[in-house]
């Protein structure tokens, strides 16, 4: 990463500000004590540089957000876009990898999970790394409540086609598929990522859908 030491530096100044929060594994069950209230919490995983779960945050402050990204130096620049965004006390990100989310979260303690833009894997052999294979999936359902629901986009086909499959199998209810979601009903009030304004500038087609997970 270009930059590094800037990112370290900011990486280490928002843990003191409380914006990183460097161990998820110790808040498991305790996330709503930590924000100080009783909102829902909505995860982001793979936040990236950060602009979608900014933005939420300064839209929804009754929303708790956590954002998770396995590369904890972007989170620097996250907590940098945070609070250019003016985001508040409701927006805390942590440098975690996704595969051991139940190490971090309490049965039903998430309302929602956003998955955007997540790495495609196209080799077949790394089909359990896609965070919508069915490993991932059955950690979703036992972190969300009962109406808890994910909310996936990518612009890349063939993983949203193996998500369709990957949430049918699994038992769970899709909802608002699109294949084009910037000309489609659900356009109006969509917020883009980093990846989803390179790739429509681009003129790719982003795909979306929600998924409730059927008890
Ligand atoms: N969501 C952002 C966007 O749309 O601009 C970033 C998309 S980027 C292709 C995928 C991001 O997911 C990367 O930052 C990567 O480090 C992160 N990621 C991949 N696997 C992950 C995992 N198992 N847990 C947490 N983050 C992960």
Do not use: C
């Amino acid at each position: 990463i270009r930059g590094r030491d800037k990112f370290l530096r900011q990486y280490n100044t928002y843990i003191e500000e409380g914006r990183i929060i460097p161990e998820a594994p110790k808040y498991k069950g305790r996330w709503r004590e930590l924000f100080g209230n009783d909102n829902p919490i909505y995860i982001e995983i793979g936040t990236g540089r950060g602009q979608f779960i900014s933005q939420h945050a300064v839209q929804n402050p009754e929303i708790n957000y956590i954002g998770i990204e396995l590369e904890y130096l972007l989170l620097g620049r996250v907590g940098h876009k945070a609070e250019v965004a003016g985001a508040g006390k409701n927006l805390i990100v942590t440098p975690a990898d996704a595969s051991r989310l139940t190490d971090f979260f309490e049965v039903g303690e998430v309302q929602r999970i956003y998955l955007n833009f997540s790495d495609p894997w196209p080799k077949n052999r790394h089909t359990p790394r896609r965070l919508t294979h069915s490993n991932f999936l059955k950690s979703y359902r036992e972190v969300l409540d009962a109406h808890g629901e994910v909310h996936f986009k990518t612009d890349n086909r063939p993983l949203f086609e193996f998500s369709l499959n990957s949430f049918a199998e699994d038992d769970w209810k899709l909802s608002k598929i699109t294949l084009d979601l910037h000309n489609s009903e659900w356009a109006e009030g969509n917020i883009m990522t980093e990846y989803e304004q390179k790739f429509s500038e681009q003129g790719v087609p982003i795909n979306r859908l929600e998924a409730r997970a059927l008890p």
